[in-house]
Nanobody, 117 residues
Framework: QLQLVESGGGLVQPGGSLTLSCAASGPLQFFAVAWFRQDPEKGRTGVSCISTQNNAEYVDSVKGRFSISRDKNQNTVYLQMNSLKPEDTAVYYC????????????WGQGTQVTVSA
């Protein structure tokens, strides 16, 4: 059973940066990985995803500000978040799925990101 653990959340001022990490209990080379965020108003929404071929996609609201990547050992996926805005405040979750499966079956516990002056 693949386990995912997020870290790197915290309180940051508008315009600041954070890097979230998603550490897996095993290699992620056969998994697509995504970052989602959840807040009380919007519910859970997708933020970014990276394929096994390292193709990245982003929701429009974070394009040009966020960057998703994998480490060389394929056990960790990062979400670099720059120029943060108050509307980026949410609990961020990473999730993984095997490429042959559409549903994200593996989820982390989440990490809180708060953007506030």
């Amino acid at each position: 059973q693949l386990q995912l653990v997020e870290s790197g959340g915290g309180l940051v001022q508008p315009g600041g940066s954070l890097t979230l990490s998603c550490a897996a209990s095993g290699p992620l080379q056969f998994f697509a990985v995504a970052w989602f965020r959840q807040d009380p108003e919007k519910g859970r929404t997708g933020v970014s995803c990276i394929s096994t071929q390292n193709n990245a996609e982003y929701v429009d609201s974070v394009k040009g500000r966020f960057s998703i990547s994998r480490d060389k050992n394929q056990n960790t996926v990062y979400l670099q978040m720059n120029s943060l805005k108050p509307e980026d405040t949410a609990v961020y979750y990473c999730a993984a799925r095997l490429t042959a499966v559409e549903k994200y079956d593996y989820w982390g516990q989440g990490t809180q990101v708060t953007v506030s002056a």
